[in-house]
C-alpha cells in the first residue's frame, strides 16, 4: 500500500469511526444503505418506472407487460417489451390504483381509474395505447365511494369483474356495452380477484377480512369465506387451478388452498427467521414456467423468498433473492423474474425541497406541478423500478441469500438481546432493570433536520435550508448542544399517515403504505391512518397495545386521540382528558398546559404512567393563510412548549428517573441535503450523556426500541427489533441538573397579514387535519414566508471531497 492509498484509508476509517455510516451507495460492497438501516443490493438489471407500482400483468402471450403507477405524484400505466426490458408506450392518469388485466386476445387492456370510480378499456395496437373507453361504476368520488381495485375478465371478453376498497363490492359488467349487471356485496374491503380455469368461480381477497371469498359466477352467491392470514393481498392459481395461493401481508404468511376442498392445507412463513414478528409484508405470488417453485414478494424485507412447492403441503425453502425497495409484485417469464420495486433502488436526498407547484384546485390540492417539484417532494421522490432477473441456479441463489442476509439488521437474537453495552442504564433484553421508570414521549410534525438545525455548529447540516434556527426554535438548540447532538436520525416514514403509525408501531401495513399515496395527491379515498380504522392496524397493535398486555402503566396526550376521546381500544380511559388532537388553532403551549395539570395531580397521587405519549404539533404551521399564527410564531410556539416541558418534569420528583424522547413523525415538510427520511430528534434526562455529539445511524424504530427496552417490552415489528438502541447516548452517572425554559425571541402571537400570491394560495389550505394540505404547496409557503416572496430554494450544493468535509466537522466536534 502506497502512502496516498494508506492516508486514505485512515481517513476513511477515522471518519467512519466518528459519522457512522450515512444513508447512500457503498462504493467498497455496492449495498445502498437505506435511512431505517436496512441494505438493498438488487439483482440482476433493472429500469425506472413511475411513481409506486403497484400491480404488473403479462398478457398472454408473454409479449407485453402492463405496469399501474399509483403514487402520490403522477400517476399512469405503462406498456414494457418484458424480453428486452423496454418501456414501449405510456399513458399518464388522472387516478388509477392496482387494477390491470389484459383481454385474452391482448386486444385490450382494462385499468383501474382509482377513486374517479371507473375503468379504463384501452384499445390495444402494435404494442401501444389506442383509443380508451370508460366504464363507470358509480359517480366520482367523494359522491360515491366506491375504489376499483382488482380485475378479472373471462377469455371471451364478455364479462368483466371488479372488485372494490372502499365500498367492499364485487361489479359484474358487461364491457361492450360498457354497463354494470350486478353489484355483489362483500364482507371486507377487497384487493384482488381471479377467475378459475374453468372460469365458474371468482376468487377474491379480502384485504380487511382475514379470508378469500368464493363467488360462484353463475348465481352470483358467494359459496365459501376460506380462512387465511391478516391482510390477503395478491392471489395466484397455478394452470390447472387446483390450488390457490395467497400472500398475507400482516403475518408474513402464504396460504396455499386446495380449490376443490376450499381448505388451507399448508401455510408458509417467508420470513428470513423463525419469528411472528411483522415486517415482512408478504404482496407478490410467482410460479416458474414448471411450477414447481414459487416466488414471494416480501416488500419491508426488500427480497424474493423462493420456494420448492413440488409437494404440495410440504413446501421447502430454497433461499432468497435481494431485490428493490419495497417490491409489490413479482412475475415470471420463461427464465426471467420481473419484480416491482415500489420505492425504487435507493432513498435520497431533497435539498431543493418540495416546490413550486403551478396551481392549485378549490380543494386545495395541486393539479400540476413541474417534474423538479415532484422529485423534491418526500412523498413523490421515490420512483419505482423494474427488475429483471434471471431465474438463478442453485450455487447462484446461495449467493443470492448470503446477500439478503447481509442486507438486513433483523435477527432472531436480536429479538431476545439487543445491542448494547454492561451497566448502560438501556438494558439488552427483558427482566434486566433500569434506573429510569418513566418514559415520556413526544411527537411532533413534520420537519428535516436542515430546516432547523442547519445551523448548528458541530452537526453536518446545510445553514442554507434553515428555516426555523436558534432564533425561532433556542430551547431545541439547547437539547442539541446542552444534551446530544442526532445529526444521523431518520423517521421511518414518508408522511404522517403512515408516519404515527411508524411512530406508535414501528411499523405501517400495506394497507397504509398503498393508500396514502392516493389520498395524499389529492385523489380521493379512506384517509384515517390515525387509528380511525381497524383495518389498518399492525396485527398486533400500537406500543399502547403492548404496553397493557405487559401491565405497564401508560396515558397519552392528544396523540391518537382528542381530549378524552380514543381512537383505539386500548386507549380508552387513557387519555389526557384536556389534551387535544391535532388542531392549529389551538396553541401548543395549551397542549403543554393541559399535560401540566394533569401530571401534577398525578404526582400528588402517586400515579404518574410509566409510558407517556405527547403531542406537540404546532411545528406544522398553517402557512401563510391571512389571519393564521405565522410559521415562524407556529414552530416558536411549538419550541416554546417543549421548553416548558422540560422545564416542569426537570423540576419534579420524578425527574431523577425520567426520560425523555423528542421526535418529528415525519419530515415531508422541507428539504434536506442528506436525505429526505433525515429530521431533527432529541433525548433527554438525568442519564443521558451532556454536550456530546453522536454521529451513530438511528431511526425512528430504534428509538421505540430503546423505550421498549426500558419498559419491559418486546419489539413490535422486525423493525425495531432489528434497529439500534440509543445506548451511545447514555451514561450509567446521571446529571439531576434541572432544565430552564428559554423564552420565545419572537412575538408567539404575530399573524399572517401580508396578501400575496403565497397567502392567496394559503387560503385554499384545509388545516382541519394534518396532511390534509398539499404539502408540495405548503413547504414553498412556508419557505417563502421565511426568506421572502421572490425567493426560491438553493441549489444543492455537490462536494467531490464528501470525505474531508466530515473529517473536517469530526475535528471541529473533538475541539
Same mark, same amino acid.
Given at each position: ?192 380477484? =381471479? $377467475?378459475?380455469?374453468?372460469? *365458474?368461480? @371468482?376468487? /377474491? ?6 379470508? #378469500?371469498? %368464493?363467488?360462484? &359466477? ?17 392471489? =395466484? $392459481?397455478?394452470?390447472?387451478? *387446483?390450488? @390457490?395461493? /395467497? ?6 404468511? #402464504?396460504? %396455499?388452498?386446495? &380449490? ?556
Amino acid at each position: 500500500m502506497n502512502i496516498r492509498s494508506f492516508v486514505i484509508f485512515i481517513l476513511f476509517f477515522s471518519v467512519g469511526q466518528v459519522f457512522g455510516q450515512w444513508p447512500g451507495k457503498s462504493e467498497q460492497t455496492q449495498q445502498v444503505l437505506l435511512p431505517n438501516g436496512w441494505k438493498l443490493s438488487p439483482a440482476g438489471t433493472s429500469i425506472p418506472l413511475g411513481d409506486l407500482p403497484l400491480n404488473m400483468q403479462l398478457s398472454s402471450s408473454g409479449s407485453l407487460l402492463a405496469v399501474t403507477n399509483n403514487g402520490q405524484s403522477g400517476q399512469s400505466v405503462q406498456l414494457i417489451d418484458p424480453r428486452n426490458g423496454k418501456i414501449i408506450d405510456e399513458r399518464v392518469l388522472a387516478k388509477s390504483w392496482y387494477g390491470l388485466a389484459f383481454t385474452n386476445d391482448e386486444k385490450h387492456l382494462y385499468v383501474s381509474g382509482g377513486n374517479d370510480n371507473w375503468i379504463l378499456n384501452f384499445k390495444l395496437k402494435d404494442g401501444k395505447f389506442g383509443h380508451s373507453d370508460t366504464i363507470k361504476l358509480g359517480k366520482v368520488w367523494p359522491k360515491e365511494k366506491i375504489g376499483p381495485a382488482g380485475i378479472a375478465v373471462n377469455r371471451a371478453n364478455t364479462t368483466l369483474f371488479v372488485v372494490t376498497k372502499e365500498d367492499s363490492s364485487v361489479y359484474v359488467i358487461d364491457p361492450a356495452r360498457r354497463q354494470v349487471l350486478k353489484r355483489i356485496q362483500l364482507p371486507a374491503i377487497a384487493y384482488s380477484c =381471479l $377467475l378459475s380455469p374453468d372460469e *365458474n368461480r @371468482l376468487y /377474491v381477497s379480502l384485504w380487511g377480512g382475514r379470508s #378469500v371469498a %368464493v363467488l360462484n &359466477t353463475s348465481t352470483s352467491l358467494i359459496e365459501k369465506l376460506i380462512p387465511v392470514g391478516d391482510h390477503p393481498n395478491e392471489l =395466484l $392459481l397455478n394452470r390447472k387451478g *387446483n390450488y @390457490l395461493f /395467497v400472500a398475507n401481508a400482516n403475518d408474513n404468511t #402464504v396460504s %396455499v388452498i386446495s &380449490t376443490s376442498s376450499n381448505k388451507v392445507i399448508e401455510v408458509i412463513a417467508t420470513t428470513l427467521y423463525a419469528t411472528q414478528l411483522t415486517g415482512s409484508t408478504t404482496n407478490g405470488l410467482a410460479l416458474s414456467d414448471n411450477e414447481k417453485t414459487l416466488f414471494i414478494a416480501n416488500a419491508d424485507n426488500n427480497c424474493l423468498a423462493v420456494f420448492d412447492i413440488s409437494k404440495p403441503g410440504a413446501s421447502a425453502s430454497m433461499g432468497f433473492i435481494p431485490v428493490g425497495w419495497y417490491p409489490t409484485n413479482v412475475k415470471t417469464l420463461g427464465n426471467k423474474i420481473l419484480v416491482t420495486n415500489g420505492k425504487g433502488n435507493t432513498s435520497l436526498p431533497n435539498p431543493q425541497g418540495p416546490q413550486p407547484v403551478a396551481k392549485v384546485d378549490n380543494s386545495g390540492y395541486h393539479m400540476g406541478s413541474t417534474a423538479n417539484s415532484r422529485l423534491q417532494y418526500i412523498g413523490g421522490l421515490f420512483k419505482g423500478s423494474l427488475s429483471l432477473i434471471p431465474i438463478p441456479k442453485p450455487e447462484q441463489l446461495k449467493e443470492y441469500t448470503k446477500q439478503v442476509y447481509a442486507n438486513t439488521p433483523f435477527n432472531d437474537q436480536r429479538t431476545v438481546v439487543a445491542d448494547g453495552e454492561t451497566g448502560n442504564p438501556i438494558p439488552r433484553k427483558l427482566g434486566e432493570k433500569s434506573p429510569i421508570k418513566h418514559v415520556f414521549y413526544i411527537i411532533k410534525e413534520n420537519r428535516t433536520y436542515d430546516q432547523v438545525l442547519g445551523d448548528l455548529p458541530g452537526g453536518n447540516g446545510d445553514s442554507s435550508l434553515t428555516l426555523f434556527g436558534r432564533t425561532i426554535t433556542p430551547n431545541q438548540h439547547n437539547f442539541a448542544r446542552d444534551y446530544v447532538l442526532l445529526d444521523n436520525f431518520y423517521v421511518d416514514a414518508e408522511v404522517s399517515a403512515d408516519g404515527h403509525n411508524w411512530s406508535m408501531a414501528a411499523y405501517a401495513t400495506d394497507i397504509v403504505e398503498k393508500t396514502w399515496p392516493t389520498s395524499y395527491g389529492g385523489r380521493g379515498g379512506s384517509t384515517t391512518f390515525e387509528g380511525g380504522r381497524p383495518v389498518t392496524y399492525p396485527k398486533d397493535g400500537f406500543i399502547w397495545d403492548y404496553c397493557q398486555r405487559a401491565g405497564v402503566t401508560y396515558r397519552s396526550y392528544g396523540e391518537f386521540g382528542n381530549y378524552q376521546k380514543a381512537n383505539i381500544k386500548s386507549l380508552q380511559g387513557h387519555m389526557g382528558p384536556h389534551s387535544p388532537g391535532f388542531n392549529m388553532d389551538i396553541t401548543d403551549q395549551v397542549r403543554v398546559e393541559a399535560w401540566m395539570h394533569d401530571f401534577d395531580s398525578l404526582v400528588v397521587a402517586g400515579t404518574v404512567p410509566q409510558f407517556n405519549t405527547l403531542r406537540i404539533s404546532n411545528d406544522h404551521t398553517s402557512g401563510q393563510k391571512i389571519g393564521k399564527v405565522s410559521p415562524q410564531a407556529a414552530v416558536a410556539d411549538n419550541d416554546y412548549a417543549v421548553g416548558r416541558f422540560l422545564e416542569h418534569l426537570s423540576h419534579s420528583p420524578i425527574w431523577k428517573e425520567s426520560v425523555v424522547f423528542i421526535l418529528e413523525d415525519d419530515a415531508q415538510n422541507g428539504p434536506d441535503h442528506i436525505d429526505a427520511h433525515r429530521s431533527p430528534a432529541f433525548v433527554l434526562g438525568p442519564y443521558v450523556k451532556r454536550n456530546k455529539a453522536v454521529h451513530t445511524m438511528y431511526s425512528t424504530s430504534g428509538f421505540l426500541r430503546t423505550m421498549e427496552l426500558i419498559l419491559g417490552l418486546p419489539p413490535m415489528s422486525q423493525y425495531d427489533a432489528g434497529a439500534m438502541p440509543l445506548f451511545e447516548c447514555f451514561t450509567n452517572i446521571p446529571d439531576f441538573t434541572p432544565y430552564t425554559a428559554i423564552k420565545p425571541l419572537i412575538n408567539l402571537d404575530t399573524r399572517n397579514t401580508a396578501r400575496n400570491e403565497s397567502s392567496r394560495r394559503s387560503e385554499f389550505f384545509n388545516f382541519a387535519k394534518e396532511d390534509s394540505v398539499p404539502d408540495l404547496e405548503l413547504n414553498e409557503v412556508v419557505w417563502k414566508s421565511v426568506k421572502g416572496e421572490d425567493s426560491t430554494m438553493p441549489a444543492p450544493k455537490r462536494s467531490a471531497f464528501v470525505i474531508l468535509e466530515k473529517k473536517k466537522k469530526a475535528d471541529e466536534d473533538d475541539k
